[in-house]
């Protein structure tokens, strides 16, 4: 079973920059997708990015493009997610979650498994 830790986020004012982590306990990029997702209170989940398993193709939510990149270290086992420009609207709980096969951030249910979050706030 595939366990995953998110780790970096915290308080950063407008306009300033987090890399979030998200390392997995078992990864074998062949297989998994991981997706990014967000939870704002009182919302439901939103999906952010994702990045296929194998060639590695990339997908961001239209609020977070250009400003998100997501990324993969194999070696590491590790999916990081540069966060730039950050606005107030980004403030939420940030979670990680992988599936076998192709990513897609239309719901974090499409996904097997996912990590307990890392809470990220932008405010001045």
């Known amino acids: 079973q595939v366990q995953l830790a998110e780790s970096g986020g915290g308080l950063v004012q407008p306009g300033g920059s987090l890399r979030l982590s998200c390392a997995a306990s078992e990864f074998t990029a062949d297989y998994y997708a991981i997706g990014w997702f967000r939870q704002a209170p009182g919302t439901e989940h939103e999906g952010v990015s994702c990045?296929?398993?194998?060639?590695?193709?990339?997908f961001y939510a239209d609020s977070v493009k250009g400003r998100f990149t997501i990324s993969r270290d194999n070696a590491k086992s590790t999916v990081y997610l540069q966060m730039n420009s950050l606005k107030t609207e980004d403030t939420a709980v940030y979670y990680c979650a992988a599936r076998v096969g192709t990513c897609s951030i239309v719901s974090i249910t499409a996904y097997d498994y996912w990590g307990q979050g890392t809470q990220v706030t932008v405010s001045s």
């Open positions: 990045i296929s398993s194998g060639n590695g193709r990339t």
